[in-house]
C-alpha cells in the first residue's frame, strides 16, 4: 500500500509511550478522587501529584511537566470540567507547582526526600490557586478566609501523597537492586 | 496490646521515608498554617472605641487599657467603661436605659446608642463582622 502524501505519520517515541503510561495513572487517580465526598470546595487529596513525583525523581521536570498538564487537561475532559473555572484552577495549582518542583528539586538529596518537594508543591498549588480565586473568581478578601484550612489541607495531604512516592520510589529502587544483583549471577 | 505495636510498627515503616529536611519542611508549614490562622481569623476583633456625643467623636479609645470615660450630653452624664477587648455603656441618664443594657459590646461594628443623652458607643477594627446596624 503507498502511503498517501497528504497522511502524517506520527511515531510515538519511547519517551512517548512512557509519558502516556504515567498520565494515564494520574488521570485515574483524578477521576478516582472526584467521587470522594469532601466538606470544602478546594480541598482535595491530589494523589495524581504521586505520579507527577515519581515520574519527577525518575525522569526529570520535562517529562514530570508533560504529564501534570496532561492529566489536568484530560481529567477536565472526562469530569466536564474543561474550561470552566475548577479547571483554571487546576491548571494555575499544576503550573504552580510544576515550577516550585523545578526549584524544590535542586535541594540537597542527602536531606530532603520527595516530602519536601510534595509539601513544597502542595503550597504552591493552594498559592496559585487563592490568587486566582482572588483576581478572577471571588474579588473580595473574604477568600484569605479560608486560606488557614488550604495550608492545613496542603500540609497533610503533602505529607501524605509524599510518603506514598517516596515509598513508591524506594521499592522501585529494591527492585531494580534484585535484578542487578540477578544479572551479576 | 498487640495492635498498639503493630500501630507503632506501621508508623515506624512510614516515618522511615521521612529525612531531616523533610521534618524542617513540615514545621514550616505547620507554622504558616497556625500563623496564618492567626493573623486572618481575628477579623470580628475591635482595636477602638468610639464615642460620639451630639453627632461628634467625643473620644476614640485604645481597647487595649482598662479605662472610664465620661461623657457630658443635654440631659446628664454617660459613664462609659472600656476593659481589654470589650466596652460597655455603664451609665446612663436616660428613662430607658437600652444601652446600658446592651451589655459589654466585644465585636467590631457593634454599637449602643443611648439617645435621649445623644451619646453613642461605637467599636471599629480591621474587618467588622457587620456591613451596617439598623434599629
Same mark, same amino acid.
Given at each position: 500500500m503507498t502511503p498517501s502524501t497528504t497522511e502524517i505519520e506520527l511515531k510515538p517515541t519511547a519517551d512517548d509511550h512512557r509519558v502516556a503510561r504515567h498520565a494515564a495513572a494520574a488521570i485515574v487517580l483524578t477521576v478516582a478522587e472526584a467521587a470522594i465526598p469532601l466538606?470544602?470546595?478546594?480541598?482535595?487529596?491530589?494523589?495524581a501529584n504521586i505520579i507527577t513525583l515519581v515520574v519527577l525523581a525518575r525522569w526529570g521536570w520535562r517529562e514530570a511537566a508533560w504529564v501534570a498538564l496532561l492529566r489536568v487537561l484530560v481529567g477536565s475532559l472526562l469530569l466536564g470540567q474543561f474550561l470552566a473555572p475548577g479547571f483554571f484552577l487546576s491548571l494555575t495549582g499544576g503550573v504552580m507547582s510544576l515550577v516550585v518542583l523545578g526549584l524544590a528539586m535542586h535541594l540537597p538529596k542527602r536531606w530532603f526526600g520527595p516530602v519536601s518537594q510534595s509539601v513544597l508543591a502542595a503550597f504552591a498549588h493552594i498559592g496559585g490557586q487563592v490568587l486566582v480565586a482572588r483576581v478572577?473568581?471571588?474579588?473580595?478578601?473574604?477568600?484569605?478566609?479560608?486560606v488557614p484550612v488550604f495550608a492545613l489541607a496542603a500540609t497533610v495531604f503533602g505529607l501524605v501523597n509524599g510518603l506514598i512516592a517516596a515509598r513508591l520510589l524506594s521499592e522501585e529502587l529494591a527492585e531494580k537492586g534484585v535484578s542487578a544483583a540477578d544479572v551479576g549471577k | 496490646m498487640n495492635r498498639a505495636v503493630a500501630l507503632r510498627r506501621w508508623l515506624a515503616v512510614w516515618a522511615s521515608y521521612l529525612q531531616a529536611g523533610d521534618v524542617l519542611t513540615l514545621g514550616v508549614a505547620l507554622g504558616v498554617c497556625v500563623l496564618s490562622a492567626l493573623t486572618l481569623w481575628q477579623?470580628?476583633? $475591635? @482595636?477602638k472605641a468610639i464615642i460620639r456625643a451630639g453627632g461628634r467623636v467625643f473620644a476614640e479609645v485604645d481597647l487595649n487599657a482598662p479605662r472610664v470615660v465620661e461623657v457630658p450630653g443635654p440631659i446628664g452624664t454617660t459613664r462609659i467603661e472600656v476593659q481589654p477587648g470589650r466596652a460597655r455603656v /455603664? /451609665? @446612663? $441618664?436616660? $428613662?430607658?436605659?437600652y444601652c446600658v443594657r446592651q451589655g459589654w459590646l466585644s465585636s467590631a461594628g457593634a454599637v449602643a446608642i443611648c439617645a435621649p443623652n445623644e451619646v453613642s458607643l461605637s467599636l471599629s477594627g480591621r474587618? /467588622? @463582622?457587620?456591613d451596617s446596624l439598623n434599629y
Open positions: 466538606p470544602l470546595p478546594g480541598i482535595k487529596p491530589g494523589l478572577w473568581l471571588v474579588p473580595h478578601d473574604g477568600v484569605f478566609y479560608l | 477579623g470580628g476583633h $475591635p @482595636d /455603664a /451609665a @446612663d $441618664p436616660g $428613662p430607658r436605659q474587618t /467588622a @463582622d457587620y
